[in-house]
Every structure is written in structure tokens, then in C-alpha cells.
């Protein structure tokens, strides 16, 4: 818990005390008048006692009990005096004291907890900085074969140290993936001999996810493939990290067959697993014909494919992707106009053409984004029309962005329906026109 959030914990502790206090202290105060209004059955020997500790060599040689239970009165303790106030008090007030009791042995516990955690944690960040200039050393040393004479079996003694171990990989792990060649191969020989796949493999079976993690990234860094079945029962996890590593280490492992959990009806597939699969597929050099799955009973699926095939610019989906334009689902329409345009092909101008008209104004907007960059004639007539009959003003904007991009025939065509716009709209086309 950090300080801001538990300051506060003392602060209203320390209120409850100083209210509690302040409400003894008014009881007490009217216990004081209360015993001076009543009559007493020992006033007499109480006003002896006092008299006589002033003159404690005259004592009388008989005392009365009043005079010890005054005696024990004026020097009773802190603590019995808490007690007798406590058992004498109302039911609010003791419930009080027990939550002020509860909060400042809260309080101590906290910052106790808080003082031993820090301190355990700077003691440990120092020795993983240690550890860090000694085990970069070995590693470099190695590497170069500088390190002839490195004690294996030793080294592997000092690594079952689980904090020596995740320095020692991390440490591996990072100069193993800035490497090519000879030295990446003998970084994982070192690996090997270690036997540190071993506690890899072991992450995998762990209770909690970030470790889960990290042993998936370590397998697919280190080509480890023995535990296929564990990452394949991985791939649809609820949780998000571990999906997503999971299917990372899959489609690096498994180049052959690199999107299995495409078969799954209900997989959940996210723009942050895309962003990640395209950099790995682009360092692997994976490039799957995804083509194959335009078709999947799964709308989800369906939209990663398309988006695929656009980044990938795989125009021999050029057809199948045209196919999409008359799906039911709006979405996959989208995506397939976006898809389309991002291949650049000629044959998408006529198909998106004749789209126009069913779509939506969102898809509208795409489609003649996808056809801006052909400077085709044969839109002309399409910008036109919806520069003067569509009501949304970004469709009008793309629309006479169209018209602007296909020359001296879009000019002419913009002079010619000055006279057939509104006042902002002419001033627009005015502002492009001089623009270019």
C-alpha cells in the first residue's frame, strides 16, 4: 500500500482517538461534579488522609479502610483506570475505542509490512545488480570463447538460486535475441547445457499468469517444442496475456500450421494479438495464404483474414475478398472495402462502384477513400453525386477530394455545380480549387 493511500488511515485514527479522549474527558468531568454535589459515606476519613499526608510522620496508629481505598484511588494506574473507565462507559464509546484499538494495530502492522517489504527489496535490487555485471561478464566471455574454462557444473549449482536464474536468463535471453548465426547458436548451447529448459517448462504449469508468460516467451525465444500440447490447451485462455503469448509461441513453432485456434468457433481474437502476430509472422518470415479462412463460420476470424490479406497485400484473395462485399454483416462489408483498398488493384474500382449505393455512410466514406488513389475517370459521375446529394459532411469533403484528385475533368466538373451548392460547400471548393 503506498503512503497516500494509507496516510489518510492514520489520519482517521488519530480523529477517532482525540474524539474518544475528548468525550472521557467530559465524563470524567462530570463524575468530578457529580461526587461533589452527592455526599459520601467516607468524606471525614478522606479529609483525615489528606491532612495526614502532608504530616506522613504524625500517622495516626489506627487507620480506617477509607483512607487505603482513597490512598489506592489517588494512585491507581493508567491501565486500570482505561479498564474502569472503559467498563463504566456507554456501548458507543467502547465501540469506538475498539475501532481506534483495531486501526493503530493496523496501522503498525501496515507500516511495519510496508518498512520490511522495501527494505527486502533493496537488499534484492542490489544483488540483481551484482548479479547482473557478473553474469553479462560470463555470458559475453562465452560468446567470444573467452570463457574457456567456465565451470559448468558449477555454474548450474549457483543457478538453482531462483533470483541467480532469472538474471542469469534475462540477461541470456536479451543479448540471445540481438545475435545471428554462430554466437546465437552458442548462446543457446549454453542454454542447453544449463538445463534451464527445464524451468522453462516448468513456468508453463504455474499458478499464476505472469509467470505462465514469461515461460511462453522464453520457449518460443529458445525453440523449445516438446510442450506443443500445454501451449495448444493455452490458446483460448480467458486471460488475455496468456492468449495471446500462447498464440505468439504457436505460430513461431509451428510454421507449418501456425493459426490452429482458427478452429475454434468461439476464438476471441483482439487488435492488440493482430499488432503482435504481424511482427512476429514479418520476423519469421510466415506468411500463411489467409485466403483460406475468408469464409469462417466466425465473423472474427473472417475480419483478421481480411485485415491480413491487406497488410500482406496477398492479391491473390483479390476475388474472395469482392465476395465480401455482399455479406449481411456490415463489419466484414467494412473491412472488406478497406481491404480492397489497401491492394491497389484496378478490379476493385467497378465492384466498389456499384457498392456505393447499398452502403451505409461509414462505408461510403471508404469506399471512395479506396478509390482516391486511381485518379479514375470513371468515378467522376460517383463524387459528383455525392458531393451534391449526400448530407454528411466528411462523405462531401471525400467526395471532393475525388473530384480535385482527377484533374482538369474534376475542376471543370467543380465549376460546373458551383451554382447547384450551398454557401459553406462553394467556399470549400473555392478554398481547393485555388489550393491546387
Keep these: 500500500m503506498q503512503f497516500h493511500k494509507w496516510k489518510y488511515y492514520v489520519i482517521t485514527t488519530w480523529l477517532m482517538f482525540a474524539f474518544t479522549f475528548f468525550v472521557f474527558s467530559e465524563e470524567k468531568q462530570i463524575d468530578s461534579i457529580y461526587a461533589q454535589d452527592s455526599s459520601f459515606k467516607f468524606n471525614d476519613t478522606i479529609s483525615l488522609s489528606k491532612e495526614t499526608k502532608a504530616h506522613q510522620e504524625f500517622l495516626p496508629l489506627y487507620i480506617t479502610d477509607s483512607y487505603y481505598h482513597d490512598n489506592e484511588i489517588s494512585h491507581i494506574s493508567f491501565t486500570d483506570s482505561f479498564f474502569l473507565f472503559y467498563f463504566k462507559t456507554s456501548l458507543l464509546l467502547k465501540i469506538l475505542i475498539l475501532l481506534i484499538l483495531f486501526f493503530i494495530i493496523s496501522v503498525v502492522i501496515l507500516f511495519t509490512i510496508i518498512t520490511l517489504r522495501r527494505t527486502f527489496l533493496a537488499i534484492k535490487k542490489k544483488k540483481e545488480q551484482k548479479y547482473i555485471v557478473k553474469y553479462s561478464e560470463i555470458i559475453t566471455d562465452w560468446i567470444y570463447e573467452e570463457q574457456k574454462d567456465l565451470n559448468i557444473s558449477f555454474l548450474k549449482k549457483e543457478l538453482a538460486d ?185 478490379e476493385i474500382i467497378l465492384p466498389l462502384q456499384k457498392q456505393f449505393d447499398k452502403e451505409s455512410t461509414i462505408n461510403k466514406c471508404e469506399i471512395i477513400g479506396a478509390l482516391l488513389p486511381f485518379s479514375d475517370i470513371s468515378n467522376l459521375s460517383l463524387f459528383k453525386n455525392a458531393l451534391l446529394n449526400e448530407t454528411d459532411f466528411n462523405l462531401r469533403l471525400f467526395a471532393l477530394k475525388g473530384l480535385i484528385n482527377l484533374g482538369d475533368e474534376g475542376i471543370k466538373t467543380l465549376h460546373s455545380i458551383e451554382k447547384n451548392v450551398d454557401e459553406t460547400t462553394l467556399k470549400i471548393i473555392q478554398f481547393h480549387i485555388n489550393k491546387k
Excluded at 178 to 185: A, P, Q, V
Excluded at 244 to 271: C, G, H, M, Q, Y
Design 162 to 346: 531462483k533470483l541467480c536464474r532469472d538474471v542469469f536468463v534475462k540477461e541470456l535471453l536479451f543479448l540471445h535475441s540481438n545475435l545471428r548465426g554462430e554466437n546465437k547458436y552458442r548462446l543457446y548451447k549454453l542454454y542447453e547445457d544449463l538445463s534451464l529448459k527445464t524451468f522453462a517448462i516448468k513456468n508453463l504449469y504455474s499458478k499464476y499468469w505472469h509467470i505462465v508468460a514469461k515461460g511462453l516467451r522464453e520457449i518460443a525465444q529458445m525453440n523449445i517444442t516438446v510442450e506443443n500440447k500445454k501451449i495448444e490447451s493455452l490458446l483460448n485462455k480467458k486471460n488475455i496475456i496468456i492468449r495471446t503469448e500462447s498464440r505468439l509461441a504457436w505460430i513461431k513453432l509451428n510454421p507449418s500450421d501456425p493459426f490452429i485456434f482458427f478452429n475454434n468457433p468461439d476464438v476471441i481474437i483482439t487488435d492488440w494479438g493482430l499488432i503482435n502476430t504481424v511482427a512476429i509472422l514479418k520476423e519469421y518470415e510466415i506468411y500463411p495464404d489467409f485466403n483460406q479462412w475468408l469464409f469462417n463460420s466466425n465473423n472474427n476470424v473472417v475480419k483478421y483474414s481480411l485485415k491480413m490479406i491487406g497488410i500482406f497485400k496477398q492479391v491473390e484473395g483479390i476475388d474472395n475478398v469482392i465476395k465480401l462485399l455482399d455479406s449481411l454483416n456490415e463489419d466484414i462489408r467494412k473491412e472488406s472495402i478497406i481491404t480492397l483498398g489497401k491492394l491497389e488493384n484496378p
